[in-house]
Nanobody, 124 residues
Framework: QVQLVESGGGLVPAGGSLRLSCAASERTFCSLVMGWFRQAPGKEREFVAGIKWSGGSTYYADSVKGRFTISRDNARNTMYLQMNSLKPEDTAVYYC?????????????????WGQGTQVTVSS
């Protein structure tokens, strides 16, 4: 069972930056495809970014492309999401997720492992 723990959320003004972290318990972390999702109040949970096990292949939602960067450190079993130029519409609970396999997918149901979420609030 993979356990994921997010950290790094908080309150930031528009235009600011935050870095989220996701620490995994699994010793086979390096074999997992990882992703970040977010859920704003009253909205569906949506895909933000994903990264393959090697870290060399990434995929972003159009809404965050050019502002967010996903990365991972397999030696530390940790994934990151660097968020720059934050906007009020980025306000949400951010979740990290993991799946076995080789392909980055944006479908929530394809990720069996989830963290508890961390709140990101961007003030206008």
């Amino acid at each position: 069972q993979v356990q994921l723990v997010e950290s790094g959320g908080g309150l930031v003004p528009a235009g600011g930056s935050l870095r989220l972290s996701c620490a995994a318990s699994e010793r086979t972390f390096c074999s997992l495809v990882m992703g970040w999702f977010r859920q704003a109040p009253g909205k569906e949970r949506e895909f933000v970014a994903g990264i393959k096990w090697s870290g060399g292949s990434t995929y972003y939602a159009d809404s965050v492309k050019g502002r967010f960067t996903i990365s991972r450190d397999n030696a530390r079993n940790t994934m990151y999401l660097q968020m720059n130029s934050l906007k009020p519409e980025d306000t949400a609970v951010y979740y990290c997720a993991a799946r076995n396999g080789l392909v980055i997918v944006s479908t929530r149901s394809q990720y069996p492992y989830w963290g508890q979420g961390t709140q990101v609030t961007v003030s206008s």
